[in-house]
């Protein structure tokens, strides 16, 4: 039988994550201030981390929280302590890569699941049956396997094993995050959760004995960025994906902001219940979620590895630039008497026409009407991030809806 896969969505805050769970995710993966290979991320502290996972629970979505540096002996001790404070808060599952970091779980915190990282490079089905002796649920695969070589590992491990696979969001140039770039530039080493994503800059090759020709490795004059792969996006292949048995679709972006997760994972959220519904109605549709993906910031789309290796084709020559469809406004905090509050995150004016972005798939066109800030005067825009706003709109706002703009 066919599994109904899980739709798994990043968070990077607190504010993130009720997005994720309000817009259709099914699990949320977070990182906490320690051990997690996102540094710049903003990670969420004990507290939010705990209120987080309250408020999933709630709604019957799971957290999960990853552990997946590759550790050095200076870190275990500090791991232990991070694994005993975890186990009061009760997240779903642990996302771990070394070995040593998953004894330390299976010691500490028996109850909790252990995930095996995609850190960790599950290339093959021996590996997969490696990690479910040593008592893994669940295992990631490496970003280079084909659709081919996930059914075959599907075939020749249990069928309580999961597989979690990442279908969307940003390729690393690296085999698998293992980047040597990161740290010979800046010293900051991607295995320990400070990549600074090097392989976005721009590029132009010298030859030793004429130092200071640089020859573009491109025919441009601006340099290239020849390491600078497209966007992963599966959302035209959902069957594909299903019929090779992956339990976890997981969307990529531990940075990224709440319009970007609101908009990926309502998207795919109607896409798996619809094919679940009807293939035909999943079909009839596909406009439609192509349409939604590309109003989120991207680079490009490509189907990775999973139809064989990635060519030429998978790369963006000429810029790092992300296409930017849409700018994002704030969350709708509370509606009380036809103002919403929110915190501002972009600049708009009244009088402005924006978008109200619903969990149901609707995109609410309205016009701002007023804007007062919290000690209730009025104010013709809003240029100051952050700042507490409540603003009338001319159409109907609920509590975790999304204003953006259309560019």
Known sequence: MARHPELLVPASSLEVLKTAVIFGADAVYIGGEA?????????FSMEEMKKGIEFA???????????????????????????????????????IADPGVFEIAKEVCPEIERHISTQANNTNYMTYQFWYKQGASRVVSARELSMEELKELRANIPAELEIETFI????????????????YFTGRDANQGACTHPCRWKYAVVEETRPGEY????ENERGTYIFNSKDLCMIEHIPELI?????????????????YVATVARTYRRALDDYAKDPELYRKNMPWYLEQISNCTYRQFTTGFFFGRPDEKSQIYDSNTYVKEYTYLGIVGKVENGLCRIEQRNKFSVGETIEIMKPDGRNDEVVVKRILNEEGQEQESAPHSKQILHIELTGNADKYDILRRKE
């Open 35 to 43: 051990f997690g290979l996102r540094a710049k991320a903003k990670n």
């Open 215 to 218: 020859m573009p490795v491109y």
């Open 168 to 183: 969307h969001g940003a390729m690393c140039i690296s085999y698998s995050g293992r980047c040597l770039l990161s740290n």
């Open 57 to 95: 629970h709630e709604r019957g979505v799971k957290v999960y929280v990853t552990a997946n540096i590759l550790a050095h002996n200076r870190d275990l001790e500090g791991v232990r302590e991070y694994f005993k404070e975890l186990k009061e808060i009760k997240p779903d599952a642990l996302i």
């Open 243 to 259: 019929d090779a048995g992956i339990d976890s679709l997981k969307i990529e972006g531990r940075m990224k902001t709440a319009l």
